[in-house]
């Protein structure tokens, strides 16, 4: 295990009808918010009316930022900080995923900064405070409700950047699983690879002696896979709330204290499919992540036998090697990930073969990145076309 | 699984080494600390010499709260009051295991409140402000260093109760495994069964549908048995490290998230057993919680089937009733103890037979306690004796 700093204040406020409390935690930070409101489905479920009900009657007044789609905006980062400035934004809350959430996260430090907001996505200024910020979390998988990270696509550039600022941690986090009964089964099987996605880039970093960061992260997963019921009885809210809270304990920073702290590659990879493509991250992690654990346990195949005993139950016989056992371990996520339904080729994703190449090139020069290979990626990105 | 809120605005600084970074945490607060003191081994390591040096190196006054025992005891905590309120102490330091640590929190909120310190313990005042504090953690088990637990003796009055109030949360806790190295090998022991006795209290607290939380407390026991060698090899700092790891984890909240709630019950009758003979925590939950484990299997047996699978990898076979298997695991979990070097008796810790009864009452008196049934924590008591 590695020396570690480990710090998280947000207020985790998690069961069935805790929305009921945004409004008692949301005007403790002052009168005016600001409501991230996303497209798609989140739109007809009746959260945003019920919002606004609740924060009227603590005593505020709603504020919206309007068509918020997937993969967030700078553009819309940008629209979000005028309202801010102009109308003197007391708190900026995210209802959703990490789109909404990631955007407020974005949008509070943003109102506060200074000069171009896009140098401080490419490492050249660095935000040091922020808006409070308030995150209802409706969607598996982002756990961007308990943690600071901050990914925004930049239309112009054709750049997905993290950034990940101190002052980003939400004062609050509503996880009411009722919220999530409503969502769609390929944005729950795409929330429930991510969490396992999460979870996986830390297992696999090569940091040795983390016996009880494997166990939670094994916990994580088993918890995932044994309450993925939920597909089929979207309903089941004990079950949903399992990995509701598996989700936001994935990304948290509890799961990866101690660890290599290495930088995240098969994100990194990924962000580059959805920042050209606009695909759902959970789907294109399904595929990225694949591929690049194929490609990891070819390299070092023993902690992927470690995997495939513990996580489903695959014990290595004798005339086996590490490498066959781990890639069998990858296999059966693998059609786990198709059992849910989702992609598991690039092509499903809609990507062209013709890309890859500029899409392995930009991975290796993304400034969150760990120095990835071009050549590497490229391998994989074909390995999984 | 229940609604819960977590809340843990600890930061936590882990590592060998890191007691380095004492100075730039506490001298945030302010330029006068007052540290706890406690008598014992932890005296001769040179710690507080270390401790002084690196506080004075940051510009800071130290002070001391000197001869601390275990066990804190309400007269030290006084004491500690009217040190901070007459040198204007800025932050509480306590360098230690619970015993320093909760009196630290004690006496920072006792600072800044008003009229008999006791009202505060027996439920009839409520603390809402504090001095700052910080932890230095060199003992396991008490976890004291993430937490807002505050557990003191009345010498008068023969009473040890607790208290949690939110305000007690240690700015930071520094956790280094190299300051554990020197624990006398009791100690050490006893440390790990008080682990794993936090971890119980919520795993068998009959609170359903909590797969993720169970993984979590099975992840924090199985890193305590799998890494016992630093009782025969205590230089061993990466073990010393998982399992101080695990020591924080076990009662900072996250392992307990969405439980019952309930009251710790075998703490609260082992507390009376450390309030009237002054025992050790940890020897004395290794004694109290055995013999109500065996109390509870014999109520409900389901989950300590669980439990012995689990843990000890105890399959319960055809013709075996839930009630011999999970017996059989409390069993191995007793001789572990018992191969630590710990008692397994009252007797063992010098508490004289005829107090039992006197000690069953107590605990169902306790305002900490969940309304014990005198007759049955006599019965639990005698089991053990």
Redesign the interface.
Known sequence: ??????????????????LNRLGEEASKYGKKALVIKTTGPIQKSGIFERATKILNAAGMKVYFLDDVTPNPKFSKLKEGVNICREEGIDIVIGIGGGTAIDLAKGLAWGALAEGDLWDYFIRKRVATKSLPIGAVSTLLGTGAEMNVNCTITNEETKEKFGVHYPVSFPKFAIIDPELQLTLPRKLTAGGMADIISHVLEGYFDGCE?T??QD??A???I??VL??EKILDYPNDI?AR??IA??ST?AING?ND??RGGKDWDAHTIEHEVSAKYDVRHGEGMAVVHIAWLYYLCKKDPKKFVHFAERIFGIQKTSGQTDLSVGIKGIDVLKEKFRSWGLPITLRELGVEQGILPLLAKDASKNPEGGKLDPDIVLEVLKSCY
Chains 1, 2 share one sequence.
């Open positions: 295990m590695n020396n570690f700093i480990f710090f998280n204040p947000t207020k985790v406020i998690f069961g069935a009808g805790e002696d016996p009880l166990r939670i094994e916990g994580i088993l918890t044994e309450n004990v709330g399992n809270w598996a304990l509890i204290a101690g």
